[in-house]
T-cell receptor, first 111, second 113 residues
């Protein structure tokens, strides 16, 4: 079963624009993580936000978490063509021993 | 270099054949995982292991088997009972359960011929 669902499924923007992706989940969580996947490759961890945090920054990435709405957003500022990839949210539900991934957002950044 | 290695990168299976995908890590991580990814889809959990000689079924374990005889290794066997095995398989590891980041291998693409 998919715990997280990303929105939109696909996003196409121009270089320099900001990209926002959203993730909704169903059950209580310990933390929420965002990963990036280049085509045909493994996933790379981007950022982790704990359930008692509301916002976190890492370079050009900004993640927010609203546990009351069971949702998170990932903002990539000043996007670059190299940001083209699929982005997944993953949740660490309480009582569960493995991360559960959403279906991902495919981001295309046009040069 | 520390990391997680999957082999082979591409694997072809004939109907009715069992195949084994390799996953090795030198990160000294206790937890290891196997996920399946279908085209344009997210990751679905097949099996996970918290410690040596212990593993648990995930959401789609039917037709798969694993072993964890060594901390560094977590091979996945796709058996003939798995009727639709063509997919991209990803192995991952983490320090402990779900509160730390997962490190992923580069994946094995399995195709039935």
């Amino acid at each position: 079963s998919q715990q997280g669902e990303e929105d939109p499924q696909a996003l196409s923007i121009q270089e320099g624009e900001n990209a926002t992706m959203n993730c909704s989940y169903k059950t209580s969580i310990n933390n929420l993580q965002w990963y990036r996947q280049n085509s045909g490759r493994g996933l790379v961890h981007l950022i982790l936000i704990r359930s008692n945090e509301r916002e976190k920054h890492s370079g050009r990435l900004r993640v927010t978490l609203d546990t009351s709405k069971k949702s998170s957003s990932l903002l990539i500022t000043a996007s670059r063509a190299a940001d083209t990839a699929s982005y997944f949210c993953a949740t660490g539900p309480t009582g569960r021993r493995a991360l559960t991934f959403g279906s991902g957002t495919r981001l295309q950044v046009q040069p | 270099d520390g990391g997680i290695t999957q082999s082979p990168k591409y694997l072809f299976r004939k109907e009715g054949q069992n195949v084994t995908l390799s996953c090795e890590q030198n990160l000294n991580h206790d937890a290891m995982y196997w996920y399946r990814q279908d085209p344009g889809q997210g990751l679905r959990l097949i099996y996970y292991s918290q410690i040596v000689n212990d593993f648990q079924k995930g959401d789609i374990a039917e037709g798969y088997s694993v072993s964890r005889e060594k901390k560094e290794s977590f091979p996945l066997t796709v058996t003939s009972a798995q009727k639709n095995p063509t997919a991209f398989y990803l192995c991952a590891s983490s320090v402990d359960r779900v509160n730390t980041e997962a490190f992923f291998g580069q994946g094995t693409r399995l195709t039935v011929v």
